[in-house]
């Protein structure tokens, strides 16, 4: 979130990498409204999801007649999106064809639709999105380098889910509130033992898993206990999950951040300090200290 908030103000191009369902297009989102382009359009085009022999139509427009089924002119998701954002979801789908067009949008910002001969301009921050390995594409030939390194001019890398594991409690509250809303249910608690298997399991379909798995518990707890059908993800955790623990997750965060401490010998900030190996701020874990009355031993020294 920080490096959205670094970029968003400036009309760089970025390159989103991440697993599917980490929330790539929320952070697109993110970016263009905190961008000052804000008040214009958000235009949203999943490569993979457009038949390739209609996507060059789908992105530049197309001319009356142009091709088959043309039968009026149609302006492209570039011209819809002039001043604002142009949002390119699973760009590593896009033919090598295609990519070349782009390429030559992103530098020249202008193209010709279909069926014309006329050069269109527009003003447009393309930000793009891909859960492929784009640098191994180049080498087997099926993405241009050129192109990668015109998108790459700030690349934001989405850890997935299970490298982030202590926002899962988070995202649980938050996604169960929506859905118990959305239902008319009033669910006000989740199991100790529910939020642990959930903080465990690896989450291979990231956020958007989670969050589908959620909406279905929300479905089967008909009283104020959220009913999670835990069970379902024994066997998919790389770690072992104890559904009977009697151990809170704040009990289990405490001796997890005490066992970093330990191992970091109470050294906090810096390069080998507690922090950077949580993947937390300084700032950020002296709040959870406090917040869980975590102190360091007299005799040792920060």
């Given at each position: 979130?920080?490096?959205?908030?670094?970029?968003?103000?400036?009309?760089?191009?970025?390159?989103?990498?991440?697993?599917?369902?980490?929330?790539?297009?929320?952070?697109?989102?993110?970016?263009?409204?905190?961008?000052?382009?804000?008040?214009?359009?958000?235009?949203?085009?999943?490569?993979?999801?457009?038949?390739?022999?209609?996507?060059?139509?789908?992105?530049?427009?197309?001319?009356?007649?142009?091709?088959?089924?043309?039968?009026?002119?149609?302006?492209?998701?570039?011209?819809?999106?002039?001043?604002?954002t142009l949002f390119l979801d699973e760009i590593g789908d896009m033919?090598?064809?295609?990519?070349?067009?782009?390429?030559?949008?992103?530098?020249?910002?202008?193209?010709?639709?279909?069926?014309?001969?006329?050069?269109?301009?527009?003003?447009?921050?393309?930000?793009?999105?891909?859960?492929?390995?784009?640098?191994?594409?180049?080498?087997?030939?099926?993405?241009?380098?050129?192109?990668?390194?015109?998108?790459?001019?700030?690349?934001?890398?989405?850890?997935?889910?299970?490298?982030?594991?202590?926002?899962?409690?988070?995202?649980?509250?938050?996604?169960?509130?929506?859905?118990?809303?959305?239902?008319?249910?009033?669910?006000?608690?989740?199991?100790?033992?529910?939020?642990?298997?959930?903080?465990?399991?690896?989450?291979?379909?990231?956020?958007?898993?989670?969050?589908?798995?959620?909406?279905?518990?929300?479905?089967?707890?008909?009283?104020?206990?959220?009913?999670?059908?835990?069970?379902?993800?024994?066997?998919?955790?790389?770690?072992?999950?104890?559904?009977?623990?009697?151990?809170?997750?704040?009990?289990?965060?405490?001796?997890?951040?005490?066992?970093?401490?330990?191992?970091?010998?109470?050294?906090?900030?810096?390069?080998?300090?507690?922090?950077?190996?949580?993947?937390?701020?300084?700032?950020?874990?002296?709040?959870?200290?406090?917040?869980?009355?975590?102190?360091?031993?007299?005799?040792?020294?920060?």
């Amino acid at each position: 979130m920080d490096e959205v908030q670094i970029v968003a103000t400036t009309d760089s191009t970025v390159l989103i990498q991440g697993e599917t369902g980490t929330g790539k297009e929320l952070v697109a989102s993110a970016i263009h409204k905190l961008s000052l382009r804000r008040g214009k359009n958000f235009v949203r085009v999943n490569c993979a999801a457009v038949p390739a022999g209609l996507l060059e139509s789908e992105l530049f427009g197309h001319e009356k007649g142009a091709f088959t089924g043309a039968l009026m002119r149609k302006m492209g998701r570039f011209e819809l999106a002039d001043k604002g954002t142009l949002f390119l979801d699973e760009i590593g789908d896009m033919s090598l064809e295609l990519q070349a067009k782009l390429l030559r949008v992103l530098q020249e910002k202008e193209f010709e639709r279909l069926g014309s001969t006329q050069t269109q301009r527009v003003d447009v921050r393309v930000i793009a999105a891909t859960n492929c390995d784009l640098k191994k594409m180049i080498v087997d030939r099926t993405f241009r380098a050129d192109l990668y390194f015109r998108l790459n001019v700030f690349p934001i890398t989405i850890p997935p889910l299970r490298d982030r594991r202590e926002d899962i409690p988070e995202l649980v509250k938050a996604l169960v509130s929506r859905f118990s809303s959305r239902m008319s249910r009033r669910i006000e608690s989740v199991p100790n033992a529910t939020l642990e298997a959930l903080t465990h399991y690896d989450w291979p379909g990231n956020v958007r898993e989670l969050q589908n798995f959620l909406e279905r518990s929300v479905i089967l707890s008909p009283g104020p206990t959220l009913n999670a059908p835990v069970e379902k993800l024994v066997g998919k955790t790389s770690h072992v999950v104890n559904t009977a623990a009697d151990v809170t997750l704040e009990e289990a965060e405490t001796r997890h951040i005490i066992r970093i401490l330990q191992q970091a010998n109470w050294v906090i900030g810096g390069s080998k300090g507690a922090a950077e190996k949580l993947g937390l701020k300084r700032t950020t874990l002296i709040t959870k200290m406090r917040r869980l009355g975590i102190s360091r031993p007299p005799l040792c020294t920060a």
